[in-house]
């Protein structure tokens, strides 16, 4: 039984060779009854070699089976179906810019629908669009977001985190350790004499010297759960999970050393030549009970501790008993 072809008018041809998208119709059998101007320029293959043809054998490299897949679901229970880009980049062999980049093909959003004329015949209308503009599009804007993010959580001088997201994972790691049962440890480190350096030398040589403290900080603090912020001017903190006080303090005094290794110039320093931390540490014992802000008093206890010691040096705060207390860090 011959198929009727859909009747065609100047006018139609007109607008679906005007249309930005591709336009195939198909009859019941899948032979191409309409192939628009933007399928001849994007696949290179004119209406006259398209028109008649099976549209599973019209390009070299045939359909993929997901395309196969959606046309026969499309003709059986005659229901629209949509291919997403996300899945199906380039379903087709279709190129933005066929005689420039003839290996560059096209992403693309595919729909099927299915057509029923006044007569009862079916055809399937295949509306092929591209779609790398609207993929950058949301890569754009995933961009945009991930620096607003950023913004949101990092310090922009030093690239440590900053004090806003401090605040919500200290808390959040605090819970986590108390719940666990296991180790929890909290530094609080000050930049001696950072003020009379910045009167010194001026606040452009302090911006450096806070960017070369963090890069100094970041190489010894290895593990993925630890955090660095940046807790106030000078100050910063780091958070400790599944860690106790004989590890934090070793943390610190190789912190602390490490600072000392950075031989900054910093005359007006009342305790060395060079730019020194201060650092204290407060520890929390498996299964002990101390809600964030007991601990950061513990914590900022045991700097008041290190300075008042001298500076350079380290003092740890283990369930509110000073512990430990190193001399003063020397350079190596």
Not at 50 to 59: L, M, P, R, S, Y
Not at 177 to 202: C, E, V, W
């Amino acid at each position: 039984m011959p198929v009727t072809k859909p009747s065609t008018h100047p006018l139609s041809d007109l607008v679906i060779n005007a249309l930005k998208l591709g336009v195939v119709v198909l009859d019941r059998n899948g032979m191409i009854l309409a192939w628009n101007d933007w399928m001849i320029r994007h696949s290179g293959i004119s209406r006259e070699s398209a028109i008649g043809q099976d549209i599973e054998t019209i390009f070299e490299s045939g359909l993929p089976n997901s395309l196969k897949t959606a046309l026969n679901n499309v003709r059986t229970y005659k229901l629209p179906v949509l291919l997403s880009n996300a899945l199906h980049r380039h379903p087709l062999p279709l190129f933005a810019n066929l005689a420039l980049h003839p290996l560059d093909r096209m992403q693309q959003s595919i729909s099927i629908t299915p057509l029923v004329d006044q007569i009862g015949t079916a055809y399937c209308l295949i509306q092929v669009a591209d779609s790398s503009t609207s993929i950058k599009r949301e890569r754009l804007l995933k961009d945009q977001s991930d620096r607003f993010a950023q913004a949101a959580t990092i310090d922009s001088l030093t690239g440590a985190y900053n004090r806003r997201f401090f605040d919500e994972r200290f808390k959040a790691e605090l819970g986590r350790a108390q719940r666990q049962q296991t180790p929890f440890s909290l530094m609080l480190l000050d930049i001696d004499y950072f003020k009379l350096y910045n009167d010194t030398y001026g606040h452009p040589a302090g911006d450096r010297v806070l960017i070369g403290v963090v890069q100094a900080l970041k190489s010894r603090i290895n593990r993925s759960a630890d955090v660095l912020a940046r807790y106030g001017g000078e100050e910063f903190a780091v958070i400790l999970p599944d860690c106790g006080s004989q590890g934090s303090f070793a943390l610190a005094q190789k912190l602390c050393q490490e600072i000392v290794n950075l031989h900054i110039p910093h005359s007006a320093s009342l305790i060395s030549n060079h730019v020194t931390i201060s650092i204290g540490v407060a520890s929390l014992r498996p299964g002990s009970k101390c809600d964030a802000d007991y601990l950061l008093q513990l914590a900022d206890k045991s700097l008041y501790t290190a300075k008042a010691a001298g500076r350079n040096q380290v003092s740890s705060i283990d369930n509110g008993e000073c512990t430990n207390f190193n001399s003063e860090c020397q350079a190596t």
